[in-house]
């Protein structure tokens, strides 16, 4: 496979992010929630003698993924509707 496991699932997320933002945006605090099984497990093996296993890199990585779009084209979206109101107010 071209791609670990880990990559492969944030892909995997980007793509069911794109296909849901239409129907559900959840809140930032959620978004959060979401990623931080991937940046602790990647500490914890950093750290320690831990391996974690394919599925569960897989896992973390597709919630990664899935909160690091949605965050992104909120926030896109955010600078776009506020960027040109602003601009209009100068």
Same mark, same amino acid.
């Given at each position: 496979m071209?791609?670990?496991a880990?990559? /492969?699932? !944030?892909? $995997?997320?980007?793509?069911? $992010? $794109?296909? /849901?933002?239409?129907? #559900?945006?959840?809140?930032?605090?959620?978004?959060?929630?979401? *990623?931080?099984?991937?940046?602790?497990?990647?500490?914890?093996?950093?750290?320690?003698?831990? !391996?974690?296993?394919?599925?569960?890199?897989? #896992? /973390?990585?597709?919630?990664?993924?899935?909160?690091?779009? /949605?965050?992104?084209? *909120?926030?896109? $979206?955010?600078?776009?509707?506020?960027?040109?109101?602003?601009?209009?107010?100068?």
């Amino acid at each position: 496979m071209p791609l670990c496991a880990r990559c /492969t699932g !944030e892909l $995997a997320g980007i793509i069911i $992010a $794109a296909v /849901t933002y239409v129907i #559900w945006r959840p809140h930032i605090a959620i978004l959060i929630f979401l *990623m931080l099984p991937l940046i602790i497990d990647g500490f914890v093996q950093l750290k320690t003698n831990y !391996e974690s296993n394919n599925i569960r890199r897989l #896992w /973390t990585g597709i919630l990664f993924g899935y909160a690091l779009c /949605t965050i992104f084209v *909120m926030s896109s $979206a955010f600078a776009l509707r506020y960027g040109i109101k602003f601009g209009r107010g100068l």
